[in-house]
């Protein structure tokens, strides 16, 4: 199945007071590049994460934004510095002697001063933790790849379309070039007759010019590997594996064909359907820009 390149996600995951929420969005990328915004205690967890999504996506700029909801209180470390909070008291008790002030500093009140206490993430990630993160990631990563899928089939839509019509172009140069030897062999020999008038033509050196311009024009060979390519490229839709690359390299060698069947076609009407069958391969090649 066709899958886009862009999309968007976003899951929820909550487990014994830890709570997590992702968001993935992506945008057309030739590789696969994953970009992961995170809380700081979580940091020991990112090859984790980039194997995790790796293992759902295989091509395209992804930004993975985390965040940490809801801490149990295993997540969380609150930290004295009793050098600041002695400090602290130094300077009050000498304010009391100075001033001749009663001391009525409490544990409350010297906790409410700055940088005596302090909260800290703990950066020591549990299975627990991850069990959440994880639960969070894939519900993200379900709604993003639906969202994928479903931008998909219209991508595959458009581009089965534009094949079949690329078919009946090919199919028109098939018809046109059994013709144009005739209209070369009738062409030439007239403006040899013209040319020799009343003198009998050398029919058999004309056999040979006609022989020779055939040979030179013959594009069955390509006809024949254009249809392939484009054979290839709608079955190539069906697959369950990433199509992107693949597609990009039908896409060229169908490029080359035509530009093969222009250059050595010495006939209007080809070259006037060669230009549409251009055009055709260009819409194409905009289109699977944006597969995976």
């Known amino acids: ?120 993430k703990k950066e020591e990630v549990t299975e627990e933790i991850w069990q959440v993160l994880s639960n969070a990631l894939e519900n993200a990563l379900n709604m993003f790849i639906d969202m994928r899928q479903k931008e998909g089939i219209k991508l595959s839509e458009d581009l089965i379309t534009r094949c079949d019509k690329i078919a009946e172009l090919v199919n028109k140069i098939d018809e046109r070039s059994d013709l144009v030897v005739e209209e070369y062999r009738e062409k030439i020999y007239q403006r040899i007759s013209d040319f020799l008038k009343d003198i009998e033509v050398d029919e058999a050196r004309l056999l040979n010019e006609v022989a020779f311009f055939a040979d030179k024009c013959n594009i069955t060979e390509e006809i024949v590997r254009l249809r392939s390519h484009v054979k290839q490229f709608k079955e190539s839709l069906n697959s369950d594996e990433p199509i992107g690359k693949k597609l990009d390299f039908l896409v060229q060698e169908m490029n080359r064909e035509t530009n093969t069947i222009g250059s050595k076609s010495n006939d209007l009407t080809i070259t006037n359907i060669v230009v549409e069958i251009k055009s055709e391969i260009e819409k194409i090649r905009e289109q699977i820009q944006n597969i995976e």
Not at 9 to 19: C, F, T
Not at 79 to 106: G, P, R
């Open 1 to 120: 199945m066709v899958k886009s390149m862009t999309g968007y996600g976003r899951g929820y995951s909550e487990i014994n007071n830890r709570a997590f929420t992702v968001e993935l969005k992506s945008v057309n990328n030739r590789y696969l590049d994953i970009n992961i915004r995170y809380p700081k205690h979580l940091m020991s967890l990112e090859d984790k994460i980039r194997k995790f999504i790796s293992s759902y996506i295989s091509r395209g700029k992804i930004d993975v934004y985390i965040s940490q909801d809801r801490f149990s209180k295993d997540d969380i470390e609150v930290k004295l510095d009793e050098n600041i909070a002695k400090a602290y008291c130094d300077a009050f008790h000498i304010m009391s002697e100075k001033l001749n002030l009663e001391n009525d500093i409490t544990v409350s009140r010297l906790s409410k001063f700055q940088d005596v206490l302090s909260i800290e």
